[in-house]
């Protein structure tokens, strides 16, 4: 009995303070989508542009014609969303070139080139307010000495 061939389908995340993105790569006509809308419309331009750098170095490589992305995010800011998205987009691209051995070596490389955070969740996250302060590290002045 003949088994049909399945399709590669990889799936990968980013995460960025409180946001995380899930990407769903597969292939497809070259859309990427970030929750249901096209990534050309994501506002404000200057977050599109963070959010479309793997998207730029992955398509210079000739990585992303045939190539359909779909990403998932919530939670977070607007910058930590992009950061999350963009983690997430590269993550998931470099999974999916790979072949048999895993990873496209040649894409992993020019992302860490470029920026290192693009394949690494950054692990910073907010400091919890303490008693006795107004914030992480301020606390409050007496004057009566």
Known sequence: MARKKQAKVVNMSG???TAVARATVKKGKGRVRV??????ILQPELARRKAREPLIIAGAMNR???VDINVN???????????????????????YNG???????????EYRRFDRSLL??????????????????KKWQKSYR
């Not at 995010?73 to 993550?91: E, S």
Request: without cysteine; hydrophobic residues 30%.
């Open 15 to 17: 995460k960025r303070k």
């Open 35 to 40: 929750n249901s809308q096209p990534i050309e």
């Open 64 to 66: 992303l014609e045939d």
């Open 73 to 95: 995010v919530h939670g977070g800011g607007v910058m930590g969303q992009m950061d999350a998205i963009r983690t997430a987009i590269a993550r998931g691209l470099v999974q």
């Open 99 to 109: 072949g048999a051995e895993g990873i496209d070596s040649d894409l992993e490389e």
């Open 120 to 137: 690494v969740n950054d692990p910073r996250r907010k400091e919890p307010k303490h008693q006795l302060g107004r914030g992480a590290r």
